[in-house]
């Protein structure tokens, strides 16, 4: 099982905004054939779980109870995400409306100078292009999606449903970002509880989806479920663990004249899988770290 991996330690230009025209991966020395490039740490890396048990066992932060069940957590196709998503897809899996709607609620809740961890996530982040921050770190599956982010400034690759464990110091982080990625994991108490460590006090959590999938990688409760019953989960997630505040959230659904004239089964059909571009609907559920914070 691979917990990392990554490519070469890139010095990157810029123009009008201090940011990097490629991030910066990284790669354990103990990863299976490593590319020969410069090896980096661009984070501090935790000890171990164990080591960190103290942190692990507080109050803040530990699951209260779990959300999904066994049958709730399945895939239609069991082969390793990692084979999934081998290849880039250098796509955008929404429409504009949405990607407008998203990256006006970053401009809004993201401040400039924060540090983000944008988990899950591919060739472009949808952070707004004037916003400054301090660091953008990326998460993902497909190291080329990620080099080709340029608002990251380094990026990891991990398999959250083989492990959800982020080598990652607590407290690191303003904001975490996960964008229409929600619905593959299969662990997603733990995943949402290592947010919290990696999060600062008062810092937040946006999670955002709309109602398209890839069908067969989602999992079964997310899958069959209605809009309704999917929002509903992202809540139960943030709310099974200890220390997240009430979780808000943001719906914009397309209105009636947006709506595609086709009204045939199989329009219709396409349609709940995702593969019609256009008129998205937009749900963001957002918590914060211990107590929202108050800005003048």
Not at 16 to 40: D, E, G, Q, R, V
Not at 168 to 181: G, L, M, R, Y
Not at 241 to 264: C, H, M, W, Y
Request: proline share 6%.
């Amino acid at each position: 099982m691979i917990s990392l991996e990554g490519v070469s330690s890139i010095r990157k230009t810029h123009d009008m905004l201090p940011i990097h025209s490629k991030p910066k991966p990284w790669n354990p020395s103990n990863a299976p054939n490593p590319p020969t490039f410069k090896k980096i740490l661009p984070l501090k890396i935790s000890n171990t779980w164990n080591e960190n048990k103290e942190a692990n066992e507080s109050k803040a932060g530990r699951i209260k109870r779990l959300v999904l069940t066994n049958e709730g957590r399945t895939k239609l196709n069991t082969f390793p995400d990692r084979e999934f998503y081998a290849y880039p897809r250098f796509v955008t899996h929404v429409d504009d409306e949405f990607i407008a709607t998203l990256t006006d609620l970053y401009r809004e809740r993201l401040k400039p100078g924060s540090e983000i961890l944008d988990l899950m996530s591919s060739w472009i982040s949808h952070l707004p292009n004037e916003v400054v921050y301090k660091r953008v770190v990326g998460h993902g599956l497909n190291a080329q999606e990620l080099a080709r982010n340029s608002r990251m400034d380094y990026f990891f690759v991990k398999d959250l449903n083989q492990d959800q464990k982020l080598e990652i110091e607590d407290s690191s982080f303003d904001a975490v970002i996960c964008t229409v990625s929600v619905q593959y994991l299969q662990q997603p108490e733990k995943a949402f509880a290592e947010v919290f460590r990696v999060l600062r006090p008062g810092g937040v959590f946006i999670v955002s989806f709309s109602n398209r999938l890839f069908y067969e990688k989602a999992i079964n409760a997310w899958r069959d479920g209605t809009a309704y019953s999917r929002v509903q989960l992202v809540l139960q997630y943030f709310q099974c663990i200890e220390g997240f505040t009430q979780a808000e959230v943001i719906r914009k659904l397309p209105s009636a004249g947006n709506s595609q004239d086709d009204k045939s089964p199989f329009s219709w059909f396409m349609k709940w899988l995702g593969l019609f571009s256009g008129s998205d609907p937009f749900y963001a559920v957002i918590a914060y770290k211990n107590f929202k914070p108050v800005y003048d």
